[in-house]
């Protein structure tokens, strides 16, 4: 994906699908020990919103074991509405749960 120069505030305004690929073992950050994940309808964004509350993350992943978003039952990333952290793992139900909780995260720029 190319992407111009911007700002890091106008980036994550903008809805951008990274990657809707099934094979989430090409996804950058992705390791399957950490995040939980489903079957079904994969997303890797940033500041995307659809569905549920699970699938509002400034930039992360979204799951439903259905074909679509909108009843989403895991995500995770930073910028999190669920339990309105600010970076963690959330698992609903219906897949293969991992943290399903908060987490630290810490990025840098210059």
């Known amino acids: ?6 700002s890091a505030l106008v980036f994550f305004q903008q809805d951008r699908t990274l990657s809707d690929n099934h094979n989430i073992d090409t996804w ?3 390791n399957g020990d950490i995040w939980s994940w489903q079957d079904g309808w994969r997303r890797y964004t940033i500041g995307q919103s659809c569905g549920s509350h699970w699938d509002h993350n400034r930039w992360g992943y979204s799951w439903n074991n259905e074909g679509d978003c909108s009843s989403n039952d895991a995500g995770g990333g930073i910028g999190m509405e669920h339990n309105q952290w600010s970076a963690g793992d959330g698992f609903g139900c219906c897949g293969n749960q991992r943290r399903n909780g908060a ?8």
Do not use: C, L, S
Request: charged share 35%.
């Open 103 to 110: 987490m630290r995260v810490e990025i840098y720029g210059r």
């Open 28 to 30: 950058d950050g992705w």
């Open 1 to 6: 994906m190319d992407i111009d120069p911007t």
